[in-house]
């Protein structure tokens, strides 16, 4: 079974710093990984996603994240932070053999970033 | 660009109350999903549909929970009588193809309180 996991339930960055989220992931097959973000009192918004093609992704608002199979990692980063970063990062793995997928998501890391 | 909407987005309902929540997947998506997170959990699958038919649910997805497309727009859950613990956001998602790595879209969710 596929799962992710993110360490760090809560990340607090000064603004112009680095922005590091971690995942891991857990596959006995190759994954498909995804990060979302979630502004408050909004949906779950799709930053990037890994689907084989490069391992390097890049993203939406500067964000990307690199895939590495020896290391089980998909960590989100961000070179410099920004205040409207403030939010909620899901790292999600696509799981389930129906003819429609299912995410499998993380515990969520609260971004807050300071003045 | 086109978007997921939900409605309502909040719902205070008394326990053993059916409540119906709605969705408006994007109009060219054939795949459509909920989720739900209850507070400070995981974002949790529920369901998936397709053509008409579910096509995988989680172990949560009991008898009390049904989904429909009743027309060419709109998705619903029913939850047939709410319970204390059916208090969380509930997302929908559509897609516009299925496989590992195609991108799920997000509605903004709807906070259900089960009272």
């Known amino acids: 079974a596929q799962s992710v996991t993110q360490l760090g339930s809560h990340v607090s960055v000064s603004e112009g710093a680095l922005v590091l989220l971690r995942c891991n992931y857990s596959?006995?097959?190759?994954?498909?990984l995804f990060w979302y973000v979630q502004y408050p009192n909004q949906g779950l918004q799709l930053l990037l996603k890994y689907t084989s093609a490069a391992t390097l992704v890049k993203g939406i608002n500067g964000f990307e994240a690199e895939f590495k199979k020896s290391e089980t990692s998909f960590h989100l980063t961000k070179p410099s932070a920004h205040m409207s970063d403030a939010a909620e990062y899901f790292c999600a793995v696509t799981t389930g053999s129906g003819s429609a997928r299912q995410l499998t998501f993380g515990s969520g890391t609260q971004l807050t970033v300071l003045p | 660009e086109p978007e997921v909407t939900q409605t309502p987005s909040h719902q205070v309902t008394q326990m053993g109350q059916e409540v119906i929540l709605r969705c408006v997947p994007i109009?060219?998506?054939?795949?459509f999903y909920w989720y739900r997170q209850i507070l400070g959990q995981k974002v949790e699958f529920l369901v998936s549909?397709?053509?008409?038919?579910?096509?995988?649910k989680s172990e949560i997805f009991d008898d009390q929970f049904s989904v429909e497309r009743p027309d060419g727009s709109n998705f619903t859950l029913k939850i047939r009588s709410t319970k204390l613990e059916d208090s969380a956001m509930y997302f929908c998602a559509s897609s516009i193809a299925t496989g590992r790595g195609e991108t799920q879209y997000f509605g903004p969710g709807t906070r259900l309180l089960v009272l």
């Open positions: 549909f397709y053509n008409n038919e579910i096509s995988e």
């Open positions: 109009s060219n998506h054939l795949y």
């Open positions: 596959s006995s097959v190759p994954p498909y």
